[in-house]
């Protein structure tokens, strides 16, 4: 008589190639990519005012007088920047997390463009304002492409699960 194993299992693998299409691939990597190319902008600017508070500061027409306005600068101009950009790097390695990191910094990129433009409406134009708007909205596409594509990812995945079975029913060690 043959044994039969009914076995079941809460975890689900990557699905095969075959349920993965061009697009999603194409996503997966552009958003690594553009997760990466982020952090590393926000490590350089973060290193650079970590490392010359005092001339990073000045060069933005902003004077720093003492102790405590240095210090403040290091961490609001430097140590915040380099935690945002070392969390995102954290979300590259694993699909699960890439989810996670994209909305860190499409949320993070949209606030800082529009509190720049509100700048530019309240304070009035500046030759630097005007200059890093365009890149940071440019970012903002970029980061709302990559939103498209990692949620576009999930729903795949989600898709994909319903067409797996739950259960594998084995005969004597192979599967029926």
């Known amino acids: 008589m043959a044994k039969i194993k009914m076995t079941m299992s809460n975890k689900s693998p990557e699905p095969s190639p075959k349920h993965i299409d061009r697009l999603?691939?194409?996503g997966v990597w552009f958003t690594r990519a553009f997760l990466a190319g982020t952090s590393v902008l926000m490590t350089l600017i973060s290193l650079r005012y970590i490392?010359?508070?005092?001339e990073s500061a000045k060069e933005m027409g902003i004077q720093l007088t003492n102790t405590n306005a240095i210090t403040v600068a290091r961490v609001a101009m430097g140590g915040f920047p380099l935690g945002v950009g070392l969390s995102v790097f954290s979300t590259l390695f694993s699909?699960?997390?890439m989810l996670g990191g994209i909305i860190t910094m499409s949320i993070m990129i949209t606030v800082?463009?529009?509190v720049r433009?509100?700048?530019l409406v309240i304070d009035g134009e500046s030759e630097f304002n005007l200059r890093v708007l365009k890149p940071e909205l440019f970012i903002v596409v970029l980061s709302l492409i990559g939103l498209f594509f990692e949620l576009r990812r999930q729903r795949t995945l989600a898709s994909n699960e319903h067409e797996k079975p739950i259960a594998s029913v084995t005969r004597?060690?192979?599967?029926l």
């Open 117 to 119: 433009i509100t700048g």
């Open 172 to 175: 004597a060690g192979s599967v």
């Open 112 to 114: 800082l463009a529009a």
């Open 51 to 54: 490392s010359f508070p005092i």
């Open 95 to 97: 699909k699960k997390r």
């Open 24 to 26: 999603t691939n194409i």
